[in-house]
C-alpha cells in the first residue's frame, strides 16, 4: 500500500492550489484520511480530517480557508486551499488509516508536497 500527494507549487499570496493524496495498493477500505503540514524546525501539524462517510474537521487556522473532500472511489483526498497567505508555506503531508483486510488496519504516510506562497 501506497499513499502520495501531489499538487505543491510555488503560488502568490491569496492565490489558491489543490493538493491530491492518493492511496494505492492492496486495499480492503480507507477509513479516516488526514491533511498535515510541517515546516522546517516545528512539528507536523494536524490541518484537517476527513471520514469515510464524510465527516470534516479543520484546525482553526484554515478554517474557512481549505476544504477537504474525498472520491471513495478513487481512493482520493483533496484539499482545496484558498486565499493562501505566506503563513502557509510548508510541505504537507496525508496520512491515511487503510484496512489490509477485514480486521487489520495500518497507518500510511505520504512523501510530502512542497507549498509556498511568496508575499
Known amino acids: 500500500v501506497q499513499v502520495a500527494e501531489s499538487g505543491g507549487a510555488l503560488v502568490q499570496a491569496g492565490g489558491s492550489l489543490r493538493l491530491s493524496c492518493v492511496a494505492s495498493?492492496?486495499?480492503?477500505?480507507?477509513?479516516?484520511m488526514y491533511w498535515y503540514r510541517q515546516t522546517p524546525g516545528e512539528e507536523r501539524n494536524l490541518l484537517a480530517s476527513?471520514?469515510?462517510?464524510?465527516?470534516?474537521n479543520y484546525a482553526d487556522s484554515v478554517k474557512g480557508r481549505f476544504t477537504i473532500s474525498r472520491d471513495n472511489g478513487k481512493h482520493t483526498m483533496y484539499l482545496q486551499m484558498n486565499n493562501l497567505k505566506p503563513d502557509d508555506t510548508a510541505v504537507y503531508y496525508c496520512k491515511a488509516d487503510i484496512q489490509t483486510g477485514p480486521k487489520h488496519e495500518f497507518e500510511y504516510w505520504g512523501q510530502g508536497t512542497q507549498v509556498t506562497v511568496s508575499s
Open positions: 476527513i471520514g469515510s462517510r464524510g465527516t470534516t
Open positions: 495498493g492492496d486495499i480492503f477500505k480507507v477509513n479516516d
